[in-house]
């Protein structure tokens, strides 16, 4: 059966609480956004589907917000993670200074070659800004990651900054592994995923012995 | 429209092709229209009048202003009820998140006073009086009780004393008396309860001052006290906690606003002691100086008290141990692995299902809302050889839930749906009034918090000295000190799996 997508790529919001991750989400996902309630799954977002090179990727996108400020707990986010937003907000310096530690967890507990990306959000309040556009630059030069300012307020670059990031993973995937014939469905963009997912989901909590 | 089966010849049919009517009342409310739902035959005739009598459409409050949600507790003229629960309930649960304590009383005093134009006055009065005396009961109350002067609840109680001398008929006074009564006698028992608390606060403060030789790990203690026991304590920890989590306070209005952190104390407190369990195991785990058999006995033990808190449904710890167990840090060490049991590592990949994350959570969702409301245990009863829900294999564990115990869910997704709907909707609609409908949503899911904190008072277990001496003397580790100690156990940084 034809599958609705050709890729399927999981992504991750993450920051200190209080950014707006949620506000992203929810900016981005827009017409498809479901503010459902189910008592098992809870707040249904729905995901979006964006048009790539002509290739349907399915954009899944997690978020930890309420849920920063349990130590753990984000760690098992990380697992299988493609894409991480890493988002702070220009309003506050705490939460731009956090970006170092959150970059820390993410090399401690992520796959080593997720996609990674830097948002400074709410820059939709110049009079409140407390972190120049320059630093957020400069931290993002420092990691080597792409670097866009958004407000979810007026859905400036929200769009821009999961296309780009959408755009980053597809590249990293085709260039990785060429598959002549474009095998597609999710599978075959998870088997890209390279090797260490492969490994984590077959034997996910068995210890190996080296 | 959609027909749902409920049993072999009956079905429920939502109306949901007639679209809502929106009623709006200019800068006063906003209310929606709907038909309740029909009940039809097995053969699918459909016994729906084209005019509906008032019983049969439900006028649903949508927004409006704090006068209009105030007024908004009468009940409808053709319903008997005193007051509009639901609606009650919404208010006192969720009204921090619009309104101050003292701007709510002075319009629920004004309304008692003067009435309303809009609404029934005799019936608005009734229903105020019924809204009073639930705030003052469990669980409302909470929401007056905020020390140390109780400034809100001496308003309620000057506010009823003042309306009672001014009230039209012998018995509105009279219930009004009786509620500045209530209010007083609440503020000597809440005056009493604080004053105890500090004095308790303050001796063990003063108990705890100089604690010595610290950095002697107390293996003695900790081998003294069995796994159970250490289930047992974290789960009446995390129970008494739980319980006294104040629902507003896990609004994504209150909870989550970086620059307002602190004024969620009781969601704080939850979050605190998760975060200790999480730096106890790895603490323990990693501290200097043991053989990799000690450090996969520690392992193993911790798996079995994850065990033991799944049994007892406390989520909470046994997702924090869990976690843990999966940190980088720890999974790293094979050698240490190598020596735990291969029955105790295939339970923890069925435990740790308990805090996966992928789909939202859904198997931890699942889980708690299976084993949590006992469908688990009446499925275990009826069902031989097995529960669903997580793990329908039964590896190396074997299942008993205690059949008397509560439930202790883990706080985090609520928190994260809360938060979604706090960003999902606006908080003001219409030209600025209050989004009553985003409060009933999250009304949905602090009620079920809310049925988990009454199932929490189930357990029964006492407080353990040895348990809380052992638990004062552990000394944790920072997480740089984890990091280095885990690369110092096991030198060579080679990534093997994670969770």
Redesign the interface.
Known sequence: MAKAYDYLFKLLLIG?????K??L??RFAEDN?S?T?I?????D?KVRTIDLDGKRVKLQI????????????T???Y??AMGIVLVY?VT?Q??FQNIRTWIGNIN??AS?DVERMLLANKCDMPDRRMVATEQGQKLAAEYQLRFLETSAKSGSNVEEAFFLLAKGIKAKLDGKRSAPGAASGAASSEQRGGK?RQ??SG???????? | MSLSASSRSKFYVDLEDSPPTEIVEEGYAVYTMKMKKQFVSATGSLHRQLEQPPEDRACIFMAGSLEAIVEGLAPPDHLEDKVDCLHMNILLTTYPAFASTEELLQIVFDKLRNGSSRVNSERLRAALLVTLNAWLAEPFQELLRLPPEFRELRLLAEGCEAAAAAAETSETAGRLDLLARLARRRLETFGAAAAAEASTAEAEAAGCGGQGGRRHWRRVEWDEIDDLQVAEQLTRLDARLFESVRLHECL?SQ?????R?GCSPSV?AT?QQ??RV??LVASQALQPGLQPEDRAQLLNRWIHIAQYLRERRSFSSL??IV??L????L?RL??V??R?PSAS?DL??EL?QF????????AP??AM?WEGTGKALSRQLSVPGGVGGIGSHRTASSLSLSESSGTVPYL??F???????????PERVHGGLINFDKRR?EY??LA?LRLYQVTCRQYQYCEDARFEHWLSTIELLSDEQQ?LLSLEIQP?R??????
Do not use: M
């Open positions: 200190d609480s209080g950014v707006g949620t506000c989400l929810v956004f503010p309630f008592s098992t799954i809870g707040i977002f997690w978020d930890t917000a309420g849920q920063e400020r349990f130590r753990t707990i760690t098992a986010y697992r299988g907000d506050s705490k939460s401690e507990h080593s260490q490994r984590e034997k996910k909590f068995r210890c190996e012995i080296l | 994504g909870w989550g606003r970086h620059r952190s704080d979050v998760f975060n999480c730096s997702c924090a976690c843990t999966n940190l980088q840090c999974r094979s050698r692995w190598r735990v590592r923890l990949a740790s805090a996966n994350a992928g789909e939202n959570f859904q969702r699942r809302h985090g997704t928190l994260t749906d809360l938060e979604g709907l706090h960003s999902a909707f949503r949905d899911i079920r990091q060579e080679r990534f093997v799996s994670t969770v």
